[in-house]
């Protein structure tokens, strides 16, 4: 696309940004896969018409504000780059983008607010327990709340699981073949800590010994993907230091964390650990494709699930960002009778999107419904998704729609069928 966009003008994200804006030629393509524009049906709300917009704004023909009213409805899916044929690296704008003029933008106070209380308490485990706690006896209140934080209180579970603690080293079971570092989240800990529990046990059974830092802090995917630049350095930083050299490989078991680990030397470029950033996220990898990578496994029918129809739902920052879509499902068909179910549409958000819930509620009910209707359709025995987002936004709206299908992370399912070697 042609502009007149002065890289230099724009800091270090102004190359990056400026190359997205010329790779796209203004296809078209790019539309079918954009679940908002499937959903709003305007031009200006799909990635080509955002792309214009950020131009304009870049160029300075448009302001931050007047552009806002169609960027703050992205889900930043990343659903338009493998459809896009001219390989556009939206993520190499949106972001940045959003960063850039976050400090620009004029926000009504309860906005502010809300972003604040997100901020403040979803990348701190303990703050976020003690809140969604609070926030259990706000729901019979519900109705004399603010309106914009309602949908933050609509989202607070009706109970939440025991706390779990997690070792800094959890060893393998028999000889070592492997060590690696895990990321352990921050709402994952409160909402299911059982996620971790399951990918050290299946770790630990296969050989694999497994480190979790206690000075690791949230990936930072949040604050970036809504402009926080100075927050999403912050955390990024702190896991620079926080994670060992002497491990094969960081592990996450939740999309969007390890999108966001990814994308951590495109957060800290222009800084002195810009390189730093690079050799990190190389070694970052999802708990599937470790697996996969790991080989060997075997798995034997457990008694809960004597035949099992798994409906595999691909979280968006796990297929579209990371481009990891067929080890689950290679994972899940190892399991004995089990037969994998493609959820019709799968290429389109649920609507999670980390905190897309709060910030643009119609949107993500309407992709809620879509989806868990889609998947209900299917029938199938249990759901499989490897995003804590998308589990809780899925079990929100099967519940809203009348159906008790079980919600598991992939790594639940794998470890609800026991590893051979630990027969």
């Not at 304009?56 to 007047?66: M, Q, W």
């Not at 999108?259 to 222009?270: A, D, N, Y």
Request: with cysteine.
């Amino acid at each position: 696309m042609q502009h007149t966009i002065t890289p230099e003008d724009h800091g270090p994200f102004g190359a990056p940004m400026e190359r997205a804006v010329r790779a796209c030629v203004h296809c078209g393509f790019c539309l079918a896969a954009c679940p908002t524009y499937q959903e709003l049906g305007e031009e200006l709300h799909s990635p080509r018409g955002r792309i214009i917009l950020m131009k304009e704004v870049l160029e300075g023909n448009l302001t931050a504000d007047e552009a806002q009213p169609y960027l703050d409805p992205c889900l930043g899916c990343l659903a338009c780059e493998p459809a896009c044929p001219s390989g556009v690296p939206y993520r190499d704008l949106i972001s940045p983008f959003r960063a850039l003029t976050n400090r620009e933008r004029k926000r009504p106070l309860i906005d502010r607010l809300k972003r604040f209380l997100i901020e403040q308490t979803l990348p701190f485990p303990k703050r976020f327990r003690l809140a969604a706690q609070t926030g259990r006896l706000a729901k019979p209140l519900k109705a004399l709340a603010p309106k914009a934080l309602q949908p933050m209180i609509d989202l607070i579970p009706d109970r939440l699981p025991p706390q779990q603690s997690i070792p800094v080293i959890s060893p393998a079971i028999g000889e070592t073949r492997y060590r690696v570092a895990l990321l352990a989240g921050c709402a994952q800990q409160v909402l299911d800590p059982d996620i971790n529990a399951a990918t050290i046990e299946v770790l630990n059974r296969n050989g694999v010994e497994v480190v979790t830092p206690p000075n690791q802090s949230c990936c930072g995917a949040l604050s970036w993907h809504v402009g926080n630049l100075t927050q999403a350095q912050k955390y990024a930083r702190q896991n620079l230091k926080a994670f060992p050299q002497n491990i094969d490989a960081i592990l996450t078991n939740a999309a969007g964390c390890g999108s966001g680990l990814q994308e951590m030397p495109l957060i800290l470029r222009g800084t002195d650990y810009e390189d730093d950033a690079k050799d990190f996220s190389q070694r970052v990898m999802d708990i599937s494709v470790f697996l996969n990578r790991l080989g060997n496994l075997a798995f034997t029918k457990h008694k809960e699930y004597p035949a099992l129809r798994i409906a595999y739902h691909d979280a968006c920052h796990l297929a579209n960002a990371q481009g990891v879509r067929s080890e689950p499902r290679q994972l899940l068909a190892q399991i004995p009778g089990a037969e994998i179910l493609e959820i019709p549409d799968a290429h389109l958000c649920c609507g999670s999107a980390g905190t897309y819930n709060i910030d643009q509620p119609a949107v993500a009910h309407a992709l809620g419904q879509q989806k868990a209707q889609n998947i209900v359709d299917l029938k199938p025995d249990i759901i499989a998704s490897g995003n804590i987002g998308c589990l809780t936004q899925l079990k929100l709206h099967l519940d809203q729609l009348g159906y008790a299908i079980p919600i598991r992370h992939t790594i639940q399912v794998l470890r609800d069928f026991k590893s051979l070697s630990d027969l």
